[in-house]
T-cell receptor, first 114, second 113 residues
Framework: DAGITQSPRHKVTETGTPVTLRCHQT?????MYWYRQDPGHGLRLIHY???????DKGEVSDGYSVSRSKTEDFLLTLESATSSQTSVYFC?????????????FGSGTRLTVV | GQQLNQSPQSMFIQEGEDVSMNCTSS?????WLWYKQDPGEGPVLLIA?????ELTSNGRLTAQFGITRKDSFLNISASIPSDVGIYFC?????????????FGKGTKLTVNP
């Protein structure tokens, strides 16, 4: 009943290499988000999208870019991975209207930059 | 920016005990949400609260939307081992940008059998 899938689930990459994480949804939700989760910091917003080709920065966007060419796909790219980007990355979706219940999260991608 | 102060950061309890955690803010929110994250998974919604003063239960879980709209608490009664995980509060601000939730940093719960 996923409705939202992230790929890959795990990735190890070398410093300086580009990395792209994919979030795919089948719910036709307007909003999509990328978060990173690190011990002591909770969930921090990297970028989000409010429609096809409409994206905006979150609180920790440096070193990351995103693209959304279709409603169902939201890509997160690390142009040149650094060790500080080792983290667990979560995608979330939302069909925000007043009174709705918030986000649905994917299962996460664990990224290790060596 | 808006922040949610979630406490405690961690809890170690015995099976069968009750648990209480809360979130506070200096800002008001229109919606309060409580999520649970199991190890290796993404957060899953437990309870959503939409009105100040609202008290909502979901099985052994009870949550309340504070009267001032600046706080919320979550109680878990008679804890069991599968309650282990990280619990996050989240709030939806009333003004522009409300499509972005504000998250607390989480309460890590450990339950000893």
């Amino acid at each position: 009943d996923a409705g939202i899938t992230q790929s890959p689930r795990h990735k190890v990459t070398e410093t300086g290499t580009p990395v792209t994480l994919r979030c795919h949804q089948t719910e036709n939700h307007r909003y999509m988000y990328w978060y990173r989760q690190d011990p002591g910091h909770g969930l921090r917003l990297i970028h989000y999208s409010y429609g096809v080709k409409d994206t905006d920065k979150g609180e920790v966007s440096d070193g990351y870019s995103v693209s959304r060419s279709k409603t169902e796909d939201f890509l997160l790219t690390l142009e040149s991975a650094t060790s500080s980007q080792t983290s667990v990355y979560f995608c979330a979706i939302s069909d925000y209207t007043e009174g709705t219940a918030g986000y649905t999260f994917g299962s996460g991608t664990r990224l290790t930059v060596v | 920016g808006q922040q949610l102060n979630q406490s405690p950061q961690s809890m170690f309890i015995q099976e069968g005990e009750d648990v209480s955690m809360n979130c506070t803010s200096s800002s008001i929110f229109n919606t309060w949400l409580w999520y649970k994250q199991d190890p290796g998974e993404g957060p899953v919604l437990l309870i959503a609260l939409y009105k100040a003063g609202e008290l909502t239960s979901n099985g052994r879980l009870t949550a309340q939307f504070g009267i001032t709209r600046k706080d919320s608490f979550l109680n878990i009664s008679a804890s069991i081992p599968s309650d282990v995980g990280i619990y996050f509060c989240a709030g939806r601000p009333p003004q522009g940008g409300s499509e972005k939730l504000v998250f607390g940093k989480g309460t890590k719960l450990t339950v000893n059998p």
